[in-house]
C-alpha cells in the first residue's frame, strides 16, 4: 500500500512540475479568435450512404440498428456508440469515420467537452489501427501549442492514471471509476430490461430548446469546423442531435446552447411529440438510459426524424435549382 501510494505521489509530482513549466511557455500564447460562422457547402446525396451513430452509453442504450434497418432499406445502419464517451471523444470517433472510403451521414450526440477519453474510444482505435492522441492533436491543433500541450497532457494523466498498476483501494481513495464496462460489448447496441423506479428523471423539454441562448464555445466550435472541413472532402455529412436524458442541469444548457450556433444542415431537429412520446419513466433502465422498450419507442420514433432530415435536405436542393 505504501509503495503504491509512494509511486502515485512520485507520479503525481511529476506531472504538476510539468504543468507548471508548460503554463510559463511563452510560445502561441495569442489563440487565435474565429468567428462562429460556419461555411455553406452543399450537403451530399445520402441514397446508399452508411449512417453512423456516435455517441455515449445513450447512444449504445437508445438507438437499435436492425430496427432502424428495416425501414430506412436504402442504408448501412451502425451504432458506434461507447460508454462514458465525451465530446472529444465522439469527435475522434467521427474523424476516422470519415477519413473512410464511401459515402457517409454521421449523427454525433452533443455532450459536454471534458479533457478524458474513455478507454472504449482507444480501444477502438486499436482495433482500426489509429493513433487516438495524433487524433487529438489533429483535432485541437486551433488551440495554440500550450493550451494543446494542457490538454493533451490532461488526456493522458486520466489515461495513465487509469492503466498504472495501483491496488484497488488506492484507486478507490482517489474516486478513479473504470469508464468502459466488462465484457465484449464495449461498442455498439446494448439493450437491456432494466427498469429505473426514479421518478425524478430529467428530460428533455422543448422548450430548453427555444430558450437555449448564443454562448461562445469556441473549442467546440472549431472541432465542428474541422470535422465538417474533412467532410467535404470525403463524401461525408455531419450531423449533431440532443440527448433526451440528463443527469446535471449544466448539460442541458451546455448542449442546447451549442445546438442553437449551429447550421440547419448540422442538425437533426426532434419533434415536440418525439421528446413528448419518448419522456416516460417507464422506458428508463435508469436516470440516464433507456430500456429495451424505450430503445424501441426511441428507435421507431427516430426513424421518422431521420426521414425528415432527409425530406427537408431534398425540399432545399430542389429549390435551388
Request: charged letters at 25%.
Amino acid at each position: 500500500m505504501k509503495s503504491s501510494l509512494l509511486k502515485l505521489g512520485i507520479f503525481l509530482l511529476t506531472m504538476l512540475a510539468f504543468c507548471v513549466a508548460l503554463k510559463n511557455i511563452k510560445l502561441d500564447q495569442q489563440v487565435v479568435e474565429s468567428k462562429t460562422e460556419f461555411s455553406t457547402k452543399s450537403l451530399i446525396d445520402v441514397d446508399n450512404a452508411s449512417l453512423f451513430f456516435i455517441g455515449s452509453s445513450r447512444v449504445q442504450r437508445a438507438i437499435d440498428p436492425h430496427l432502424l434497418g428495416s425501414e430506412l432499406k436504402n442504408y448501412s445502419i451502425n451504432n458506434l456508440g461507447i460508454s462514458g464517451s465525451t465530446f472529444l471523444g465522439n469527435c475522434i470517433v467521427a474523424d476516422h469515420i470519415l477519413r473512410l472510403p464511401g459515402k457517409k451521414v454521421i449523427f454525433i450526440e452533443l455532450s459536454p467537452l471534458k479533457h478524458d477519453i474513455p478507454s472504449g474510444v482507444f480501444k477502438f482505435g486499436e482495433v482500426e489501427k489509429f493513433n487516438v492522441l495524433s487524433k487529438v492533436f489533429q483535432l485541437t491543433e486551433h488551440l495554440g501549442l500550450s493550451r494543446q500541450l494542457m490538454l493533451v497532457l490532461d488526456v493522458l494523466n486520466t489515461r495513465m492514471f487509469s492503466q498504472i498498476s495501483l491496488k484497488n483501494d488506492v484507486k478507490r481513495i482517489f474516486g478513479y471509476k473504470q469508464s468502459i464496462e466488462k465484457g465484449n460489448q464495449w461498442i455498439g447496441y446494448r439493450p437491456t430490461n432494466l427498469q429505473s423506479r426514479d421518478k425524478l428523471i430529467r428530460f428533455l423539454r422543448p422548450l430548453d430548446i427555444e430558450d437555449s441562448c448564443i454562448n461562445s464555445y469556441k473549442t467546440y466550435v472549431q472541432m465542428i469546423k474541422g470535422l465538417d472541413e474533412l467532410a467535404s472532402f470525403s463524401e461525408g455529412q455531419i450531423v449533431f442531435f440532443l440527448p433526451l436524458t440528463y443527469l446535471k442541469e449544466t448539460e442541458v444548457r451546455i448542449v442546447t446552447d451549442l445546438f442553437a450556433i449551429l447550421p440547419e444542415r448540422m442538425k437533426l431537429r426532434f419533434s415536440d411529440r418525439f421528446i413528448e412520446t419518448c419522456s416516460s419513466e417507464d422506458y428508463m433502465a435508469d436516470k440516464n438510459h433507456f430500456n429495451k422498450k424505450g430503445a424501441t419507442i426511441y428507435s421507431k420514433g427516430m426513424i421518422q426524424q431521420i426521414q425528415n432530415y432527409f425530406q427537408a435536405k431534398n425540399k432545399k436542393e430542389n429549390s435551388s435549382l
